[in-house]
């Protein structure tokens, strides 16, 4: 039985598009976070999105990894470098169907993040559900923004300056 499938020239190159956008950042942009281009040679097809926020506690990572279980994540961090790999498998055990499409990228990939010296490398949690990797860092205590109080003196009690 053959299938026909409406095709979609707009859906086709707004996908085109995405990817010579991404080609494009990943070449221009080394920022904290930015896919590199060695980075995109490196992971194949598949890269994960990735979400980082920083609040007065530390820097937050949020990390996209549908399908992947817990054991195939390894996460490194060296020289204020955090590195976060795994590999998405193509599952082979569906032989007796036909596939007509498959859009689901796979292969391995790795993200490497460039930490600001702020983070304490001692206090480095992570954790992974429904499909989310979280990797929290946290900032070394003299980071941390403090809060000054201000003494207010009555007016009297304020020493005058001459003027000279």
């Known amino acids: 039985m053959t299938v026909l499938t409406r095709w979609e020239p707009i859906r086709e ?7 010579m956008n991404r080609l494009f950042n990943s070449n221009l942009n080394d920022n904290f976070g930015q896919v590199t281009a060695q980075e995109s040679l490196a992971a194949g ?3 994960p999105p990735v979400d980082v926020y ?4 530390g820097i937050s990572l949020k990390v996209e990894v549908p399908g992947i279980e817990e054991k195939d994540i390894d996460i490194r961090l060296e020289n204020n470098l ?7 498998k193509l599952e082979s055990e569906t032989k007796e169907e036909n596939y007509h499409r498959i859009e689901r990228s796979y292969g391995s990939f790795t993200r490497t993040f460039t930490l600001p010296n702020t ?3 001692e206090d480095v949690k992570a954790s992974y559900a429904k499909g989310v990797l979280n990797i929290h ?6 980071a941390k923004p403090k809060q000054i109080k201000v003494n207010v003196m009555p007016e009297k009690a304020v020493p005058e300056i001459a003027a000279k």
């Open 82 to 88: 955090l590195s976060v790999r795994g590999e998405r």
């Open 13 to 19: 190159f707004a996908s085109l598009q995405e990817r």
């Open 119 to 121: 983070v304490n490398t």
């Open 137 to 142: 860092l946290g900032k070394r205590a003299e």
């Open 54 to 57: 920083e609040d007065e506690q």
């Open 45 to 47: 097809s598949f890269i």
